[in-house]
């Protein structure tokens, strides 16, 4: 059972290009968590998706960023048009249902050049 | 709404030493608490939980936290500090009433000195 695959690892892209962020969870969890971690500070939310629907996504910025989880395939975090001021690690991490604990994966670092 | 506080952003402790990251927390219902280490350029991985059984929790790498629901406290602790020790800590909250949402504390930087 492999954990919470997150690709790529390492993204590099342009200003004004889009980055495509995927996670697929471990088999078995219908929960996702996105949450990005700027250099030396905490993991902020950013959304919480279950199988096809959004359940918070509080903490996304209105523009540019996207989230999606289909019924198939991984959790997809999209960011549009992208500045150097969105270059941060941003996480996955998937749970089984209420109260259970979350795996995380690596990470995918961004970096906007 | 639910939130957690981690009341120290840097903990420095000799080697040897025991250890003490502080962490209260504000929950509706009863939480489920949890304690992630995350080591540099590194994922998270979990390294205890409190779901409503035991209040004194013990996780691995000799990490134990206790439930204090009078305190609305999770402070996580170890008796003796290791150099692999040195890494980030985040305290992590979630509840029925935040749609099982997964809250983190702002991070403790534990850094061990030989």
């Known amino acids: 059972n492999a954990g919470v695959m997150q690709n790529p690892r390492h993204l590099v892209r342009r200003r004004g290009q889009e980055a495509r962020l995927r996670c697929s969870p471990m088999?078995?969890?219908?929960?996702v968590y996105w949450y990005r971690q700027l250099p030396e500070e905490g993991l902020k939310f950013m959304v919480y998706?279950?199988?096809?629907?959004?359940?918070?996504e509080s903490g996304m910025p209105k523009e540019r960023f996207s989230a999606e989880f289909p019924k198939e395939g991984p959790s997809i975090l999209r960011i549009q048009q992208v500045v150097r001021g969105d270059s941060a690690a941003y996480f996955c991490?998937?749970?089984?249902?209420?109260?259970?604990?979350?795996?995380f994966g690596q990470g995918t670092r961004l970096t906007v050049v | 709404a639910q939130s957690v506080t981690q009341l120290d952003s840097h903990v420095s402790v000799s080697e040897g030493t025991p250890v003490l990251l502080r962490c209260n927390y504000s929950?509706?219902?009863?939480?489920?608490l949890f304690w992630y280490v995350q080591h540099p350029n590194k994922g998270l991985q979990l390294l205890l939980k409190?779901?409503?059984?035991?209040?004194l929790v013990k996780g691995i790498n000799g990490f134990e936290a206790e439930f204090k629901k009078s305190e609305t406290s999770f402070h996580l602790t170890k008796p003796s500090a290791h150099m692999s020790d040195a890494a980030e800590y985040f305290c992590?909250?979630?509840?029925?009433?935040?749609?099982?949402?997964?809250?983190f504390g702002g991070g403790t930087r534990l850094m061990v000195k030989p």
């Open positions: 991490a998937s749970t089984g249902g209420p109260n259970t604990e979350a795996f």
């Open positions: 088999k078995g969890h219908s929960h």
């Open positions: 998706l279950q199988k096809e629907n959004i359940i918070d």
């Open positions: 929950s509706s219902y009863s939480p489920s």
């Open positions: 409190y779901t409503s059984a035991a209040t």
């Open positions: 992590v909250v979630s509840d029925y009433a935040a749609g099982n949402m997964l809250t």
